[in-house]
């Protein structure tokens, strides 16, 4: 039993034995995991791996065909994303849902903007807007020089931090966040690495999805690995390397018969034999480092 189970029995989301069909086709098999308090689950696996499926029955947008979906130890099914942010999951999907031409306060509160009465109207209040904004930015170590400043012109990273304090303000106890280092730099990965942690301090439950175990395996308590619709397993940070991560994630039998593969084509042309030759040797190396 993980430290996380020891001190927080009952996670605060939970598939057991999910599995999610369209027409003919299995999208996902089988697949159990959970996330707990204070935790940082990552959810990793290659693009056709089940991911996005997966974070879509999380979210209320698709309902599991088998298993069960429980928040709290409790069994629930989420008949759209507004009952999920009901039950304190909140989604973070790569485009954020912002609208880059409009202020970071009004993107922060887009949906549910405080208001003010002005004659027989109510107006946006955009002092109030600007303060919460300012402070709940704060909290998470994030520093805006000018909440009025359209979010377009914000770097990745800090749209990221914005979506993450947004949700966080919002009453959100589980936060996912689909692929949010995928389009940024070293640096701006790291940016959204370090307020991953600090949603995790507040004790949130973070489910962070990715194909890059590299900005994963650092900010990672638990990892758990699907591939082409089907689970790998969860796996403790102490229980695994980030090699074994990227061997698993990539499927051993795969690589080996990739190395088989390009084998064969060194046989059938001489000219490139030397440069098949060696990648294969590569692969090879891959997979016996992994193991």
Do not use: W
């Not at 069960?68 to 039950?87: C, F």
């Not at 400043?149 to 303000?169: C, D, F, H, M, N």
């Not at 307020?195 to 949130?204: E, F, K, N, S, V």
């Amino acid at each position: 039993m993980s430290d996380h189970d020891a001190t927080s029995a009952t996670p605060l989301i939970e598939t057991r034995g999910v599995s999610k069909y369209f027409g003919r086709v299995q999208a996902l098999h089988d697949i159990s995991m959970s996330v707990h308090a204070g935790e940082v689950m990552c959810l990793l696996g290659d693009n056709g791996a089940g991911k996005s499926t997966l974070i879509k029955i999380f979210s209320g947008v698709h309902p599991p065909d088998e298993g069960q979906l429980l928040i709290d130890g409790r069994s629930v099914r989420l008949g759209s994303p507004r009952d999920a942010l009901q039950s304190g999951i909140a989604t973070v999907y790569q485009d954020l849902a912002m609208i880059p031409l409009l202020s970071v306060s009004r993107n922060f509160f887009l949906g549910a903007e405080p208001t003010k009465k002005v004659g027989p109207f109510r107006r946006f209040d955009v002092s109030t807007a600007d303060t919460i904004t300012r402070d709940e930015l704060r909290k998470m170590g994030i520093s805006i020089r000018d909440t009025g400043q359209p979010v377009g012109t914000l770097s990745g990273g800090e749209r990221q931090s914005v979506a993450i304090a947004r949700a966080v303000y919002f009453g959100a106890r589980v936060l996912i966040l689909d692929e949010p280092t995928a389009a940024l730099g070293v640096k701006e990965a790291g940016v959204v690495l370090r307020y991953i942690a600090q949603a995790r301090a507040r004790g949130l439950g973070v489910i962070f999805i990715t194909h890059n175990v590299h900005h994963a395996f650092p900010i990672g308590d638990r990892f758990t690995l699907l591939n082409r619709g089907r689970s790998y397993g969860t796996f403790d940070k102490d229980a695994v390397t980030r090699e074994e991560l990227v061997s698993m994630m990539a499927g051993g039998e795969e690589l080996e018969a990739l190395g088989h593969e390009l084998e064969e084509i060194a046989s059938s042309d001489a000219r490139i034999a030397p440069a098949m030759r060696q990648a294969a040797r590569d692969v090879a190396t891959g997979i016996d480092g992994a193991r």
